[in-house]
DNA sequence: CTGAAAGCGCTTACAG
DNA sequence: CTGAAAGCGCTTACAG
């Protein structure tokens, strides 16, 4: 009898066992900007964790990143039963607050990705502001004195971090770290063009700038080749993020490895971990510093 | 009563639902390779197209190229009771085969995406081979004459397409392509690099190069500039994918737009008209040229 | 140890 | 037009 059955491809119905066993070996994912490098990476590291593990995933992606009504997207996971979910929208301007009240009462563990840390929720996280940070503390070891920024967008909570780590770094230095030594980009190449233009008027001395990301890093080494400026030797770079591309910038980028990927599988093992009733931990990952030529010292320079 | 139950925060649970209605407003969508550029464009073609037409998406990435056993994969989409699926796998070696003899007994409609051509079967694809020819014929007519190609991995049959119309192109302009005026690569920009190091061995009067990516054109320009090489002066390029950085490499790179995330929500769309047991239409996406300095005419050069 | 019954949460067709 | 019953395809607890 078994033969029989095995032969005519009888395949039993997940659905139906979802529906007894209230679980259903599925998670939720929602996300938003997969056309971004980030996000879209972060998915990366969550589908192959996921397959990993034995999960499917149901993917939501948010038409933008103002989040609205979080009820009917909740409840179409919630009502496929989802064993739990994970929260991979990058967190730009308050889009997080709607989620806030839902929160409490959700009947399965969620585990926010790229976020602010805040008490009593589970998260994993990049470090922007150490990121920041050991960006602008490479430069100034590496002999540059003045050190601009281009930010992403600064609704961006990553982008925001990354700025404080900027000023931060400068500041123990004991640099200021005046807003007009700050253009505020939107992340795409053209505008780390437009960004470095700018900053080149209202910072004439500038001899170093941290970008948020790559993409607008080449931007503005292209306007710095436009105007003639050799790289490092009048103008060094540091970027972020470290897409493949880089090493194969005119000069290769200086830039930070945020590890995203590995993101994305922690969060998965977080979230199976809380669907077990395990204890959450709090994972933070540390970004990578990966020198290049971008950011060469500056006395072999002279 | 109606008002205590919305008060209630109840939600009808869809595996109920789509137990009984035998349908699940849920497309199956299986990948491959989503941290290359193709893939990941796809896929947000699909996500974007699908929330619009009110379906989830149940998402599977395999972990390599090679699919191996498909039987768990197409089981676990049609367990879970998927209205379609999505093939978004790119073919690389015969990786298709093993779907072929699950294909006629599959009780849901499938659309295979980036897929050669086979008839009775749905694909949406965009025209590589078409692509090729016209990168190769725009170098042509730009007064080029010696004009090589840094191609994709073989196995895979877009590569092996934009090969072939490179090929074309020359054959249709009455020249010759022999192969060692090709040079394979793997996609990345590393592979770019040594790929252009040994065209300039194999193929020593060169002056134009049709590269199958974006990613390897960086690399094999960043050996041009190495080595001394006026771009286009010396040697043009033409890329392929239309990366938003290629606007801004040194020079900016005149490459083809794939329009892979128009064929992800093309995809879709057809799809959900095989679900409503429509006919299905044969879609191929035309390319589009896009020209940059990197291929500036060769006349007003000299 | 085996086998029939109850039930997961819905929808649909049918009786009142 | 309203309301109770049957059934989607499973699993689990219970009787034999």
């Known amino acids: 009898v078994q033969e029989i059955i095995a032969d005519m491809g009888y395949q039993p119905s997940a659905l139906a066992r979802s529906l ?75 889009n997080r607050r709607c989620l806030e009240e839902r929160l409490p009462d959700l ?13 009593g929720i589970p998260v994993v996280t990049v470090d922007n502001y150490a990121g920041g940070i050991m960006a602008v503390q490479h430069l100034l070891s590496r002999g540059y004195r003045k050190v601009g920024h281009i930010s992403g967008p600064l609704e961006w909570w990553d982008a925001a971090q990354r700025k404080a780590g900027w000023r931060e770094a400068l500041s123990r230095a004991g640099q ?21 233009q700018q900053l080149c008027v209202d ?8 970008v948020a990301n790559d993409q607008m890093a080449l931007g503005a080494m292209y306007y710095a080749a436009q105007q003639g400026l050799r790289v490092p030797q009048d103008l060094a770079f540091v970027g972020f993020d470290s897409i493949p591309e880089s090493a194969y910038f005119s000069p290769s980028l200086t830039t930070i490895n945020p590890h995203q990927n590995q993101m994305g599988s922690e969060a998965v093992h977080q979230l199976v971990r809380l669907i077990h009733n395990e204890e959450p931990e709090v994972i933070v990952l540390d970004p990578e510093l990966i020198v290049r030529d971008s950011s060469e010292p500056r006395e072999t320079l002279m």
Request: charged share 15%.
């Open 20 to 94: 007894i066993q209230q679980r259903s070996a599925t998670l939720g994912v929602v996300t938003a900007g997969l056309n971004y490098i980030g996000p879209s990476r972060t998915l990366n590291g969550i589908t192959s964790q996921a397959e990993e593990l034995g999960y499917s995933l149901l993917l939501k992606e948010l038409p933008g990143f103002d989040v609205g009504d979080v009820d009917p997207l909740l409840n179409s996971l919630l009502s496929r039963q989802v064993d739990g979910i994970l929260w991979a929208v990058p967190e730009v301007g308050d």
């Open 107 to 119: 009947p399965v563990p969620i585990v926010f990705l790229t976020q602010r840390q805040r008490p």
């Open 176 to 196: 200021a770290a005046p807003d007009q030594h700050c253009i505020e980009g939107t992340w795409s190449t053209s505008s780390g063009y437009r960004a470095m």
């Open 203 to 210: 910072f004439p001395d500038i001899d170093a700038v941290f």
